[in-house]
Every structure is written in C-alpha cells, then in structure tokens.
C-alpha cells in the first residue's frame, strides 16, 4: 500500500501544502491504491520537508521524486500524449509554478501582517493554546529567514505581486480556452499549478496576489475543473 505523509488539511484544501496536494494529485491520476497520513512535523522527514511517500517500506521525499518514482514502478505518464516541446513547455511550468510563484504564495501567507493571526490559528491549530504563539513565532522567524535567503523575501509585497503576476499572466495565455494546459485533460503542469494557484485562493486576507486569482473568472473555473479531475475524492 503506498502511504502519503502530509501536511493536515487546510483552506479548504486537502493539505496545507501546495507540494502535498501536488503529491495526492498525482497519486490519483496514478490509479494505485493510496491512503493519507496527516502529520505537521517535518524534521524527521528525509530531506526536512512533506510530502513524503511511503512504498513498502521505501521513503520517497520530494513530489518531483514522488512523479519520478510512480512513473518509473507503475507505468504511468503524466505527460502522456505530449509531444518533446509540450514536455519541455511543461517542466518550464512547472519550475516557475513551484520556485517563483510558489515562494510569492509564502510570502503572502507567512509574511503579510493581515493573514497572520488567520494562519497561526489555522496551521498551528493542533499545537496546544499555552504554547501556539511561542512555536508559531519561532517558524515564523524561519520561513522569513528562508524567504530572505531564497530572495523573494528582499521584495517588498507590491515588488513580489508584479513579479507572480507576470507567472500568473502566462499561464493564463499557455491555458487561453482550453480546460487544461495541455488540452481536454491533464497533465504533470496542471498537477503542479491548480494547487499552487488554489493556496493563494486560500489565503484569508484580500491580499493583490488573492485578489488577481480570485478576481478572473476563466482562471477560477480552471481551478474548480483542476479540482474535480485531480484530487482526492
Ligand atoms: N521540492 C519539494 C518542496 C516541498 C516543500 O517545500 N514543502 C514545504 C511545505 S510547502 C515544507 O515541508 N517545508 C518545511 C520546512 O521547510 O521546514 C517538493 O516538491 O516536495
């Protein structure tokens, strides 16, 4: 049985964590059997972060390795039906959804001052009430060093929204009237960017970034498609 390690739900979505949802997406389109564990500690993981997949025994941290791994043992392809330039267009995708957009959706939840007291009490909602300010602060401090050593954190937020903008407005021309990025159905790139695009829809604040997904329709409707054909049921 393969076995996720997650992150627990949160949002409205069934991790806290784009990579975890990425992770249970691709599990689905895999057709194997799956089931979830929801844990929010990280540091005893393989590489200090979730998602991390258990097969038989085996521990495959990394969603890109989770891919890697389920297209290798169980025959699948994400991409299938794609031509050399598609899958190239596709881990273009998927590099800027999870190393660009990704660290601007960090910043907006961890960050901005008006989603913070919704995030500790969302995502620190299992740590118990006398010690939850003190944790959350300290990860807090982490993720703010993390995001000023990765560099999205050196922008200010209105520097980091023109930058996830221009991400946002080139998947929106790569979907144009299709359903998917790649056409009727999806692939590895819708995998990586529905979810990713859905924890901004999550934040709670009407931050520019929630704003500028929430706020067009054809992108909202992609997401809701992107839902329906790739999550967990
Ligand atoms: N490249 C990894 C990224 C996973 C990742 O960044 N996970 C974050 C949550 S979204 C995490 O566990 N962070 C914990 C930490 O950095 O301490 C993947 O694709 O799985």
């Given at each position: 049985m393969l076995e996720l390690t997650t992150y627990y739900k949160a949002y409205g979505e069934p991790s806290a964590s784009p990579f975890c949802v990425k992770a249970m997406c691709l599990l689905r389109l895999s057709g194997q059997d799956w089931r979830v564990n929801y844990y929010n500690?990280?540091?005893?993981?393989p590489k200090g972060k979730l998602p991390v997949l258990n097969d038989n025994g085996t521990l495959i941290p990394d969603s890109d390795a989770i891919r890697d791994h389920l297209e290798r043992?169980?025959?699948?392809?994400?991409?299938?039906?794609?031509?050399a330039e598609q899958r190239a267009t596709s881990r273009a995708i998927i590099r800027m959804s999870e190393e660009h957009i990704y660290f601007a959706a960090v910043c907006n939840r961890w960050l901005n001052d008006e989603n913070w007291a919704n995030v500790r009490q969302v995502l620190f909602r299992k740590v118990p009430k006398i010690i939850r300010g003190v944790v959350s602060a300290r990860v807090r401090v982490g993720v703010r060093k993390a995001m000023y050593a990765q560099g999205m954190?050196?922008?200010t937020a209105a520097e980091q929204f023109i930058r996830a903008d221009k991400d946002i407005s080139a998947i929106q021309t790569l979907l144009?009237?299709?359903?998917?990025l790649f056409g009727d159905r999806p692939t590895a790139a819708d995998v990586s960017v529905v979810p990713m695009l859905r924890a901004i829809v999550g934040s709670s604040a009407k931050t520019a970034l929630h704003e500028r997904v929430v706020g067009d329709a054809v992108l909202m409707a992609y997401l809701e498609r992107g839902k329906d054909a790739m999550y967990p049921p």
């Open positions: 500690d990280p540091r005893k993981s043992k169980y025959d699948v392809d994400f991409d299938a039906g794609l031509n954190g050196r922008h144009g009237n299709k359903p998917f």
